[in-house]
């Protein structure tokens, strides 16, 4: 059973800053990628930025500049920091994982998701 808990969603003003992160835990093996996607009132849910363990970073291009990902391997950790918030950033920021893990004595590959934390920019 893997796991991922999120934290660091919250209010902040235009032009503001706020930090997500998201950890996970069980059994996992190796991680192939690790990221954020997000889903405002009313639309889809949407690439945020990915970051693989191996390849390249991802950033979808209304963020890019002023979201920063990161990882820490060590924690099996992913971090989002936002800077330079807007109005259209207010979502609810879903974690994701992509890794490999042991269940039943045997490897296999899964995609979990965290519950969500809601980020609302607003003056």
């Known amino acids: 059973q893997v796991q991922l808990v999120e934290s660091g969603g919250g209010l902040v003003q235009p032009g503001g800053s706020l930090r997500l992160s998201c950890a996970a835990s069980?059994?996992?093996?190796?991680?192939?990628?690790m990221g954020w996607y997000r889903q405002a009132p009313g639309k889809e849910r949407e690439l945020v930025a990915t970051m693989p363990t191996v390849g390249v970073t991802n950033y979808a291009d209304s963020v890019k500049g002023r979201f920063t990902i990161s990882r820490d391997n060590a924690k099996n950790t992913v971090y989002l920091q936002m800077d330079s918030l807007g109005l259209e950033d207010t979502a609810v920021y879903y974690c994701?994982?992509?890794?490999?893990?042991?269940?039943?004595?045997?490897?296999?590959?899964?995609?979990?998701w965290g519950q969500g934390t809601r980020v609302t920019v607003s003056s």
């Open positions: 994701n994982l992509v890794a490999r893990v042991l269940a039943d004595w045997s490897y296999r590959n899964v995609e979990v």
């Open positions: 069980g059994n996992i093996f190796t991680i192939d990628t």
